[in-house]
């Protein structure tokens, strides 16, 4: 089992930059691959990024350059720093987490199976 707690949302202004963190405890090899999603209202939840084994990182088109992800050396706490950060970007962050083996599937919600309970970003223009 898993555990993931999110931290840090909060309110900013377009091209502010904020930073979002998930603590993380449980079974390592149950997290070796990890992600942020977002879920804007009445849209799908969408990966942001991933980062495999605290090492290889993957970003969705429309965040590249501006988000960063990230995990401490002992891998309890991912982060996600976000710069310059645009109306759009307005939804609730999930920390998700699962095998090694899940950051070669698709970069969807059906490849993580933990889950925490959100952080809410808004950014107003």
């Known amino acids: 089992q898993v555990q993931l707690e999110e931290s840090g949302g909060g309110s900013v202004q377009a091209g502010d930059s904020l930073n979002i963190s998930c603590s993380v405890s449980?079974?390592?090899?149950?997290?070796?691959?990890m992600a942020w999603f977002r879920q804007a209202p009445g849209k799908e939840r969408e990966g942001v990024a991933r980062?495999?084994?605290?090492?290889?990182?993957y970003y969705t088109e429309s965040v590249k350059g501006r988000f960063t992800i990230s995990q401490d050396n002992a891998r309890n706490t991912l982060n996600l720093r976000m710069r310059d950060l645009k109306p759009e970007d307005t939804a609730i962050y999930y920390c998700?987490?699962?095998?090694?083996?899940?950051?070669?599937?698709?970069?969807?919600?059906?490849?993580?199976?933990?889950w925490g309970q959100g952080t809410q970003v808004s950014v107003s223009p």
């Open positions: 980062l495999y084994r605290g090492i290889s990182s």
């Open positions: 449980g079974q390592s090899n149950h997290y070796d691959c």
């Open positions: 998700a987490a699962n095998s090694a083996a899940r950051c070669g599937w698709a970069f969807t919600r059906e490849a993580f199976k933990y």
